[in-house]
């Protein structure tokens, strides 16, 4: 499989939602552990992160999927965080958004969905992430699987090395992040 790569925008920030309670929201041994939509459990350390605060809104659903609340019923002070963080410089990945890139990756055109209008599975972007680690990419950006138009992006991110890492640049506030409070003003 012959990936298409991009390089990242460098000094780009990236969002990740987080429970308050995390340790280190920009942990990618998470994911390694628990695998996701482009690592399978127990493989390479991955972290999940949003493009803009738009996706990082699409997101949240998901986020709290398990939870027995709607985003709206979260009390400001106890709801997800969002962490700001800029990764190292000079990052190339693979696209896995474009329609060039989709058919490099072996995905369908109307990607996150299949021909059928569901969602593409973890199954087979899984061979892509790892297709994409192998080939000494440092992640796949790709349409957000919560996203219907393919609209949003999103960022599997591998780190090159332990000492590759995530710089927080930013945590913001459930309230002010959901709500769309100026935390400037």
């Known amino acids: 499989m012959e990936l298409r790569q991009e390089r990242l925008p460098d000094n780009h920030v990236w ?8 340790a280190d929201p920009l942990d990618p041994g998470f994911a390694q552990r628990r695998g996701g939509r482009w690592n ?3 493989s390479f350390p991955v972290l999940y992160l949003n493009e803009d605060l ?11 999927a398990r939870w027995p609340y709607e985003p709206e019923d979260l009390r400001d002070d106890r709801g997800p965080t969002l962490v700001g963080c800029v990764l190292p410089r000079r990052q ?42 192998a080939a000494d990419l440092r992640g796949v950006r790709a349409r957000s699987a919560r996203s219907r138009d393919g609209d949003y ?12 890492v995530a710089r927080r640049v930013r945590t913001l506030a459930y309230g002010t992040w959901f709500r769309g409070v100026d935390p400037t003003a």
Do not use: Q
Request: glycine share 10%; with cysteine; hydrophobic share 40%.
């Open 54 to 64: 738009a996706t990082a809104h699409l997101n949240l659903r998901g986020f709290i």
């Open 153 to 164: 992006r999103e960022l599997a991110w591998f780190p090159a090395s332990a000492r590759s």
């Open 15 to 22: 969002w990740r939602i987080a429970d308050p309670d995390w």
């Open 92 to 133: 190339v990945v693979c696209d896995a958004h474009s329609a060039e890139g989709l058919r490099a990756a072996g995905l369908p055109d109307s990607y996150p969905l299949d021909k059928d209008g569901v969602t593409v599975p973890h199954s087979r972007c899984r061979p892509v992430g790892a297709g994409a680690r």
């Open 40 to 42: 399978p459990p127990g």
